[in-house]
C-alpha cells in the first residue's frame, strides 16, 4: 500500500522542518510548503490525502485558504488539519471548515493521533 | 386762672398763692419732666423743676436748682443733640432732640427733649421751658427694629453673595471637570451643557440650549440607546450609572461613550431635571484594544519557535531512551517541563491583560458540565502518572457559560494539587448541586498553605512576585481562575492546613438570570 501523502504548510520554518521529520519517520510522504499561495496549485498537481495548515501566513492567511479548498468541488472533503498558536484559532478554523484543530505548541503524539484519525476516517 | 398771661407769670394779690400752689401740684402731676431756665442769668440755670424730672434724672431739688441743664450729660459731650440745643438756645427757637443722658446713679437714658423760649414783649427770651420725656425703652424698640433690620440686611447681603459664591464655584467645577454634561428639563429640552460638552461634540452653546435633545444637529443625538436610557430605564432605576452608548456622529465620528445620568427627586424647583455625565472612553478602549492586539501577536509569535523547541525535545526524549544515561534523560525531562511552563506563562500574560483592563470575553453557551469534568480529569491523569485524580459526585447539569475558560480554571486547580502534593498520590475531585449552584471541590494532600497566605495566592499581578516565592507558578493561575468565576457570578476560595494539604472550591449559580450594571449578562 501506498503511504497516505500529507501537505503541510506553515510560514515558520522551524515548525515546517519538525512536521515533515515527526511525519516522515511515521512512514507518511511529506510535502512541505512555506508559501500559502502556493497550496492551491499544489494541491491539485500532487493530490495529497491530508493537509496540515497553519492560521496567521501572510499574504494569504490558513482560513483563506481553507475556505477556497471547501469552494472547489474536487477537494471540498479533503481533510485538513489546521494548527495554530492564535488564541482563537479553533473558531476561526472550524468556521473555515477544518476537520480538526490543533493548538500550538502541541504534543507530537497528540499530532499524529489526530492524522491518523482523519486518515483512517476517510 | 388768669395768672399766666403774655408768657409771664402774674400773681394777683389774693389769688397768688392758691394759684401758684395749684399751678405746682398740676406741674408734680405730670408724668414729663418740666423745667424752667432763667436766661437772663448767666449759663442759663435752672430755676424750676417738677417732681417728674426729678425721678427721670435720679437727682434731688437741691441738687438741680441753679445748675445748668447739661449736668445730665455727664462726660458724654459730644452728641450733635448737644449742638442742635445750643443753636436753639443762641436763636431762641424752639428745638426737638433726643439725646443722651445720665442718671445720677450713671444709667443712661434717652431723654426726648422739648425746649421752647418764652419771650418778653421787645422779643428778649427770658425763660426756657424744658419737657423731658425717659424715652429709653422706645429707643431701645427702635434700635433693635433698626439693628435687626440692618442685621437682616447684613445677611441678606451675605446670603447673596454666598449663593453667588457658590454658584460661581459649582460653576467652575462644572466647567473644568473632563467630562460632558447636560441639564435636561424633564420634557427633554436641553437647559445647560458645560465647557467640555461644546469641545467634544463640536457645537455652539447658542445651537444647543434651550433645543429639545433629540433634535439637537439635525436629531444627531436621537440614539436609540440613549432615548432607551432616559424613556425606559431611568424613569424606574434612578440613577443609572456607566450605560454604554456607541455612536457615530455626523461630524466628529465614532465615539463611544460611558454615561451616568441622574433625575432630581427632590421636591422643588428642579424636580425631574434630567442630569446626564457623558465620560469619552472612544480613545481609551482603542488603546485597550491595542494593548490586546499587541499581546495577541506577541504571545503568537513567543509560542511559535516554542512549539519547534517543544516538538525537538520530545523527538530528543525519544531518541535518548538507548542511552543508559540518568543525568541526561533528567536534563531533557527538566527541559521540556519548563517549556510547559513557559507555554502557560505566555498563555497568561494574554489572559491578565484582558482581566486587567475588563475585557475578558465570555462566550456562554450550554454545556454538560459533568462531561466537561471527566474530559478535564482524564487529560489531566494523562499527563501526570504519579497521581491518581478521583473523581466523585455528579451534577447531571448543562451548565450555561463559557466551557474554555470554566476548563482552565479545573485544569489550572488540578495542576496546581498535583505540583503542591509531590509525596501524597490522591487528589479528589468532588461534585454536587447545592440549592442552585454548581460546586466543584479539588482536594489534595501535599502541603497545604498557612492561613495567612491562603488570602494572598488570589492576588493581583502585582503581588505575585510574593506569592511565587513560596508558591512558584501559582500566583498567576489562581488570579485568572477567581476571574473567571466571578464573571460567571460564582465563588472561588481555598481552605488548607500546612501539612495537610488544601481544598479549592468553586461554585456557579445554576440560574444565568444575572444582570451587570448594563443590564445584560452578555460578554461584551
Ligand atoms: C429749658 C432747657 C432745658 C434743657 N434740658 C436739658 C436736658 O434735659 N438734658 C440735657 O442734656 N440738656 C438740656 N438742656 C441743654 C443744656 O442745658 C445746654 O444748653 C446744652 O448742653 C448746650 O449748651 P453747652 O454746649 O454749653 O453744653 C436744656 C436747656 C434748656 C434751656
New interface residues.
Given amino acids: 500500500m501506498m503511504p497516505a501523502k500529507i501537505l503541510i504548510c506553515d510560514d ?1 520554518e ?2 515546517l ?3 515533515e ?2 511525519l516522515k519517520e511515521e512512514g507518511y510522504e511529506v510535502i512541505p510548503e512555506i508559501n500559502s499561495l502556493n497550496v492551491a496549485n499544489l494541491v491539485g498537481s500532487e493530490h495529497p490525502d491530508l493537509v496540515v495548515l497553519d492560521l ?1 501566513m501572510p499574504v494569504l492567511s490558513g482560513d483563506q485558504v481553507l475556505r477556497n479548498l471547501r469552494n472547489d468541488p474536487t477537494t471540498k472533503n479533503l481533510p485538513v488539519v489546521v494548527i495554530s ?3 482563537d484559532g479553533k473558531t476561526i478554523a472550524m468556521n473555515a471548515g477544518a476537520n480538526d484543530f490543533i493548538p ?6 497528540q499530532l499524529l493521533g489526530r492524522v491518523k484519525a482523519l486518515l483512517e476516517a476517510a | 386762672m388768669d395768672s399766666l398771661h403774655n408768657g409771664e407769670f402774674s400773681f394777683s394779690n389774693n389769688t397768688s398763692k392758691q394759684d401758684f400752689e395749684l399751678l405746682t401740684k398740676a406741674l408734680d402731676a405730670s408724668l414729663s419732666g418740666i423745667i424752667i431756665t432763667d436766661n437772663r442769668q448767666p449759663d442759663n440755670p435752672i430755676i424750676y423743676c417738677n417732681k417728674a424730672f426729678e425721678d427721670i434724672s435720679g437727682y434731688q431739688r437741691s441738687e438741680i436748682i441753679g445748675h445748668n441743664c447739661r449736668f445730665l450729660q455727664k462726660d458724654d459731650r459730644n452728641q450733635t443733640a448737644r449742638h442742635i440745643l445750643r443753636d436753639a438756645i443762641d436763636n431762641g427757637t424752639n428745638a426737638v432732640v433726643d439725646i443722651r443722658n445720665y442718671k445720677k446713679d450713671g444709667t443712661l437714658f434717652w431723654n426726648e427733649l422739648y425746649m421752647s423760649p418764652i419771650k418778653d414783649g421787645d422779643d428778649q427770651v427770658k425763660y426756657f421751658i424744658g419737657v423731658q420725656n425717659d424715652v429709653t425703652r422706645r429707643k431701645k424698640a427702635e434700635d433693635e427694629v433698626k439693628f435687626n433690620q440692618a442685621k437682616m440686611e447684613q445677611r441678606i447681603r451675605e446670603r447673596t453673595r454666598d449663593l453667588r459664591e457658590n454658584e460661581e464655584y459649582l460653576a467652575s467645577i462644572v466647567q473644568t471637570v473632563r467630562e460632558s454634561l447636560i441639564v435636561l428639563s424633564p420634557d427633554l429640552k436641553v437647559l445647560s451643557v458645560n465647557d467640555h460638552f461644546i469641545n467634544t461634540f463640536k457645537v455652539t452653546r447658542e445651537e444647543t440650549e434651550g433645543k429639545k435633545l433629540y433634535d439637537l444637529g439635525n436629531g444627531q443625538w436621537n440614539i436609540p440607546e440613549l432615548r432607551k436610557l432616559l424613556e425606559q430605564i431611568l424613569p424606574t432605576n434612578n440613577p443609572v450609572t456607566d450605560f454604554e452608548v456607541a455612536h457615530d456622529f455626523p461630524h466628529i465620528g465614532k465615539k463611544l461613550m460611558l454615561l451616568n445620568a441622574h433625575r432630581i427627586e427632590l421636591e422643588g424647583q428642579f424636580k425631574d431635571r434630567i442630569l446626564i455625565a457623558i465620560e469619552d472612553i472612544t480613545d481609551r478602549r482603542a488603546i485597550e484594544q491595542r494593548k490586546d492586539d499587541f499581546l495577541s501577536i506577541a504571545s503568537h509569535e513567543l509560542k511559535t519557535p516554542l512549539t519547534t523547541i517543544k516538538g525537538y525535545v520530545q523527538i530528543i526524549n525519544r531518541l535518548i531512551k538507548n542511552y543508559d544515561d540518568e543525568k541526561l534523560r533528567e536534563s531533557v525531562g527538566k527541559t521540556s517541563l519548563y517549556v510547559d511552563r513557559l507555554n502557560n506563562l505566555i498563555g497568561e500574560l494574554l489572559d491578565v491583560s484582558r482581566i486587567q483592563s475588563g475585557m475578558i470575553e465570555l462566550h456562554k453557551a450550554p454545556f454538560d458540565f459533568d462531561h466537561m469534568i471527566q474530559e478535564t480529569v482524564g487529560s489531566i491523569q494523562q499527563g501526570s502518572r504519579n497521581h491518581e485524580i478521583v473523581l466523585t459526585g455528579q451534577t447531571g447539569v448543562q451548565f450555561n457559560g463559557d466551557e474554555s475558560h470554566i476548563t482552565q480554571v479545573v485544569t489550572n486547580l488540578l495542576s496546581n494539587a498535583i505540583k503542591y502534593s509531590p509525596d501524597h498520590k490522591e487528589i479528589g475531585v468532588h461534585l454536587s448541586v447545592l440549592s442552585g449552584f454548581i460546586k466543584v471541590a479539588v482536594t489534595d494532600h501535599g502541603v497545604g498553605i498557612a492561613k495567612d497566605e491562603q488570602a494572598k495566592v488570589f492576588d493581583r499581578f502585582y503581588r505575585v512576585r510574593d506569592v511565587q516565592q513560596k508558591f512558584p507558578g501559582m500566583g498567576i493561575g489562581l488570579y485568572i481562575c477567581a476571574s473567571i468565576v466571578n464573571n460567571h457570578y460564582g465563588s472561588l476560595w481555598v481552605e488548607s492546613e500546612p501539612g495537610k494539604g488544601s481544598t479549592f472550591s468553586f461554585t456557579l449559580p445554576l440560574t444565568s438570570n444575572h444582570t451587570n450594571k448594563n443590564g445584560g449578562d452578555d460578554a461584551r
Fill in positions: 515558520d522551524g515548525i522542518d519538525l512536521v521529520l515527526v496567521w498558536a492564535s488564541g500550538k505548541p502541541f504534543d507530537l503524539d
